[in-house]
């Protein structure tokens, strides 16, 4: 019944670094569909101390983050043919990366607002979800670190890295894969 949609919405959704974006554009190329980009790089999901600033600014960035991301999916604007859209992104692993960025002190608020934005939202119909692995991420910083002028692949990791390239930036990945996958499997 998913996959039988008049215009279906696959949504490709991973960690920075999981290969989403390349993966999505293959799927769109193959079955003509309609490709939808990650407007903005999701932030390291690590609380940098150059984003120390105060919660109410923080939180209003994820805000914008969020409309920019809702934008394309919004039902209003929705297309009705037949090839579909394939996203290189999923709404709802916006949500969970500031979950684990925002204090706890303005995660409701933004909580409260992310619910608006997305009830006027195509969810996706398919979620392909892609897990990377400890050392492949490790990898692909390190690729990143020297490639970011001759090569956009993996440019999902530049924001990481400049929030936090090391241990702690991986660790915080793995956290956010682990949130995405266990919402996927058990609801939310």
Do not use: K
Not at 3 to 24: K, N
Not at 86 to 103: N, T
Not at 164 to 176: N, T, Y
């Amino acid at each position: 019944e998913n996959i039988s949609q008049r215009h279906l919405h696959v949504a490709v959704a991973g960690v920075p670094g999981s290969g989403a974006a390349e993966v999505a554009a293959a799927v769109a190329d193959v079955t003509l569909a309609r490709l939808l980009h990650a407007p903005t790089a999701l932030p390291g999901c690590v609380r940098a101390a150059a984003h120390q600033s105060e919660p109410t600014a923080a939180n209003r960035g994820w805000r914008e983050r969020v409309e920019a991301y809702a934008a394309p999916l919004r039902e209003s604007q929705w297309p009705d043919d037949p090839h579909g859209t394939v996203a290189d992104y999923w709404l709802e692993g916006v949500r969970l990366a500031a979950d684990a960025w925002l204090p706890p002190e303005e995660r409701e608020s933004f909580l409260s607002a992310f619910h608006q934005v997305s009830r006027e939202t195509v969810c996706p119909h398919v979620v392909l979800f892609l897990e990377v692995r400890q050392q492949t991420l490790v990898e692909r910083m390190a690729y990143r670190s020297h490639a970011t002028d001759s090569s956009d692949v993996f440019a999902d990791l530049v924001a990481t890295q400049a929030a936090d390239g090391g241990e702690r930036g991986v660790a915080a990945l793995l956290a956010l894969q682990e949130a995405m996958s266990d919402c996927l499997l058990h609801g939310g």
